[in-house]
């Protein structure tokens, strides 16, 4: 399938370059100037981590937020999204705080964080077209920070990296939406590249490309879209966040990146007064060291080896960070006792989803257990789909209307 074909991955509708182009041109009257795309992200293994200066390993997805956009000369903003509802959102680029509170906060944040650091960003058109669900862990605003932030970057001559893109954007959904996200979903969706994941030290942003070829291998790595919508807005994500640096002033260290494995019964035991800090402490350092083993195995071409260390993750992160749910658990649980190799939660937390790594040939059977599972407990039927690793944001090549769409 190319990256980007007639139809958008698991949605079945029109999504491209070409689909995209000329909504924008239903929009604003006006063809684009071009269009741009970022996809969605699942995390292999490191959650939460991100915000220790710890390991982190996503991978992209085939799922994207497209930008068609056009630059303006009257310093006006313009952002519309089909997926939004409601419609056009204006504001100036001098002024952008209109924006605050809706969607539109997201790429008015990027413009934003693009202007304050100094950069000789004006106005634009900008119009949406995602396949990215919302609210289901899988980073859709990252996918539209990043989208915008490489649009702008073009448009704009600015000559930015892509980490340099994934700090903006950061730093848009940080200081101007107000969510306070670690830099790997930003990242993930600016460096990402087609059948790897993304080995990604958060402390330095220095990142490795690591094979992994779930389809050479036999195996698939299924997504499960519980369907249970998380807040991170609110005050759990910084509840945990807190802990974390309280842990790590605890420990005299800047910050829980710096706590060695080797180190952590020695820590534990400082922090013995304190049994919510010692939970989350121990969930971000054996985090970390599952990180570095994934990579290891995955290095020694090994990817069935990394099934045990995904659960053991899912288990951290019920036991030690409690950021799971019923929903999650049950994905979790149905699948590794249908024969999956390993799962977990992934992303946020409190909804959103789990990946489950199985051999391509248990991939249906499993898939069944957990949507007969959720029926049985009475949820809502999950969303099941394959992460294939794809590749990260990219301008896309205008594809000429009136010619067939590839497939
Ligand atoms: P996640 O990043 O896991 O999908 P978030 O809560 O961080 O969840 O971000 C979801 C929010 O991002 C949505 O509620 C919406 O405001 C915004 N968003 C993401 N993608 C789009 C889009 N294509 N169009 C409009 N808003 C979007
Ligand atoms: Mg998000």
Avoid at 52 to 81: E, K, W, Y
Avoid at 136 to 157: F, I, P, Q, R
């Amino acid at each position: 399938m190319a990256a980007h074909g007639a139809a958008g991955p698991a949605t079945g509708r029109a999504h491209g370059a070409r689909h995209t182009a000329a909504e924008f041109t239903a929009v604003y009257g006006t063809a684009p100037a071009g269009t741009w795309a970022a996809p969605g992200r699942v995390n292999l293994i490191g959650e939460f981590t991100d915000y220790n200066d710890g390991f982190v390993m996503p991978l992209a997805l085939p799922h994207t937020t497209i930008a068609a956009a056009a630059p303006r000369p009257d310093g006006v903003l313009r952002l519309h999204s089909g997926g939004a509802g409601g419609g056009i959102v204006e504001l100036r680029t001098d002024a952008p705080s209109r924006a605050a509170g809706s969607w539109a906060a997201y790429p008015a944040g990027v413009l934003w964080a693009l202007r304050e650091a100094g950069l000789p960003v004006g106005g634009a058109d900008l119009h949406y077209d995602s396949t990215v669900p919302t609210g289901a862990g899988l980073s859709s605003s990252a996918a539209l920070e990043v989208a915008t932030a490489l649009a702008l970057n073009d448009l704009y001559g600015l000559g930015l990296a892509p980490q340099e893109l994934a700090r903006i954007a950061q730093r848009a959904e940080n200081a101007f939406v107000g969510v306070p996200c670690g830099i790997m979903d930003q990242t993930a969706a600016a460096c990402c590249t087609a059948g790897h994941a993304l080995f990604l030290d958060t402390r330095d942003l220095n990142y490795r490309h690591v094979p992994f070829d779930l389809a050479g291998e036999g195996l698939r790595l299924l997504v499960v879209d519980t369907r249970v919508r998380h807040e991170l807005a609110d005050g759990a994500y910084a509840e945990r966040r807190a802990g974390c640096e309280l842990g790590a002033r605890a420990l005299g260290v800047r910050t829980l990146r710096d706590v060695p494995y080797a180190q952590l019964p020695v820590a534990l035991d400082r922090l013995g007064h304190d049994p919510g800090v010692r939970s989350l402490v121990r969930h971000i350092v054996t985090e970390n060291h599952r990180v570095e083993q994934v990579v290891a195995r995955l290095d020694a071409g090994d990817i069935r080896g990394i099934g045990p260390l995904l659960t053991a993750g899912h288990a951290s992160l019920r036991d030690d960070f409690v950021v799971s749910c019923a929903e999650l658990d049950l994905a979790v649980d149905t699948a590794n006792a249908a024969g999956a190799l390993g799962a977990r939660m992934t992303g946020g937390g409190f909804g959103g989803s789990a990946v489950v790594l199985v051999e391509e040939s248990a991939a249906r059977p499993v898939a069944e257990a957990v949507t007969a599972a959720f029926a049985a407990a009475g949820h809502t039927a999950p969303r099941i789909f394959p992460a294939v690793p794809s590749a990260g944001a990219r301008r896309l090549a205008d594809e000429p209307t009136g010619t067939a769409a590839r497939t």
